[in-house]
């Protein structure tokens, strides 16, 4: 069973939403910081999102700053990434990560294998 699975992805047209999900297995995620990437064809992997493990520290890239949200309920093992008014250059595919603490300042631990985003008219 893997770590981390990503899910919630597919096709959606510019300016619509989708909200992906990162549920974790065999660990306690509530103990860690997750952090959402996302890595289109041909260019290389980018941090959008990270949220430490009580949700006090946020950080958001700027490109995604007023239209992603990212989220977590501890209870579920789970974290979410709500994504509003999306843009083609938000095609990608999207990975959730551990962090190796609580904080978005520590480094990376377990990986998810994706979920793709399409955006397209």
């Known amino acids: 069973q893997l770590p981390l699975v990503e899910s919630g992805g597919g096709w959606v047209q510019p300016g619509g939403s989708l909200r992906l999900s990162c549920v974790a297995s065999g660990f306690t995620l509530g103990y860690y910081g997750i952090t959402w990437f996302r890595q289109a064809p041909g260019q290389e992997r980018e941090k959008i999102a990270c949220?430490?493990?009580?949700?006090?520290?946020?950080d958001y890239v700027d490109s995604v700053k007023g239209r992603f949200t990212i989220s977590r309920d501890n209870a579920k093992n789970t974290a979410y990434l709500q994504m509003n008014s999306l843009k083609e250059e938000d095609t990608a595919l999207y990975f959730c990560?551990?962090?190796?603490?609580?904080?978005?300042?520590?480094?990376?631990?377990?990986w998810g294998q994706g979920t793709q985003v399409t955006v397209s008219s």
């Open positions: 949220i430490n493990w009580n949700s006090r520290n946020i």
């Open positions: 990560a551990s962090m190796l603490t609580g904080l978005c300042t520590s480094g990376l631990y377990y």
